[in-house]
């Protein structure tokens, strides 16, 4: 986290993710789909694992998660191609946006559409990741516990880092790390209010106002695309234009 207007500007798209419910239990119905082609039994499936977690802090209900189960036990449910999608947004931000789609045509062309749109333009798979650390990310409100308790459990959980403000508690650790150290503090905390692997950028971008509401459409057409997982940006919007946009 670069910065404490970073924080806002995740929670920001957090607010908009939380007024679509729906939509985040359809990702994560997706992901579960996909992760239980590996096999049911999360002990011996790393990624099911993850996306239990996910689904967890999400308050995704039980029934909803042992349905998705049963038909992967049962050779049921969607067959999803993954697909990452990378290039720049306003300003020079780069983008990484990730899909699970039916129809890789479909989601192509729609992505390449929304960045078109909005003075974005797509590029090779790699160009702008290397910007980016594949890490895990579990962030819980402030007033789950105090920075100091947060700090001594996530180290002692195998985190990386841990970022505490008055907007919340973000702890990052590394992927192989990341269902021991999530579930480490889920048994003292609690579900948190997000867990998942994310693309982290090692450097920020400081945007001004004009780049800022472009960009956040941009964010907000690919967010509402129903083949987007998930969207990474190394964006930086200072307090003030947030203030203004939001």
């Known amino acids: ?11 920001h798209r957090k607010g908009a993710q939380d007024k679509k419910r729906s ?10 789909t996909v992760a239980a082609r590996s096999g049911t039994d999360p002990d011996s499936n790393p990624r099911l694992r993850t996306a239990l977690a996910a689904a967890r802090s999400a308050n995704m209900p039980k029934d909803n998660i042992e349905r998705v189960l049963k038909r992967a036990e049962g ?10 999608y990378e290039g720049y947004g306003p300003g020079g931000t780069a983008l990484i946006v990730e899909s699970l789609t039916d129809n890789r045509n479909r989601t192509a062309s729609e992505v390449r559409a929304a960045f078109n749109k909005f003075g974005g333009s797509l590029g090779e798979t790699g160009s702008v990741s290397f910007m980016f650390d594949r890490v895990g990310q579990v962030i819980y409100s402030a007033d789950a516990t105090d920075a100091d308790t947060m700090f001594e459990a996530a180290l002692d959980a195998g985190a ?20 021991s150290v999530s579930e480490a503090l889920f048994a003292v905390f609690g579900a948190p209010e997000e867990a998942s692997l994310v693309w982290k950028p090692q450097n920020t971008i ?40 939001a």
């Not at 990386?160 to 269902?179: K, L, P």
């Not at 400081?206 to 190394?234: F, M, R």
Request: charged share 30%; net charge negative.
């Open 160 to 179: 990386d880092n841990v970022e505490s403000d008055n907007n919340g508690h973000e702890i990052t650790c590394a992927t192989e790390y990341y269902n």
């Open 1 to 11: 986290m670069a910065g404490h207007s970073k924080f806002k500007n995740i929670q």
């Open 75 to 84: 050779g049921e449910g969607e067959a999803y191609d993954e697909i990452r």
């Open 23 to 32: 939509k985040i239990f359809g990702r994560l119905i997706k992901e579960l």
């Open 206 to 245: 400081e945007v001004n106002e004009a780049q800022a509401s472009t960009l956040i459409k941009l964010l907000d057409v690919l967010d509402d695309n129903d083949d987007v997982q998930s969207i990474a940006s190394n964006f930086d919007i200072p307090d003030e234009i947030m203030a203004k946009l």
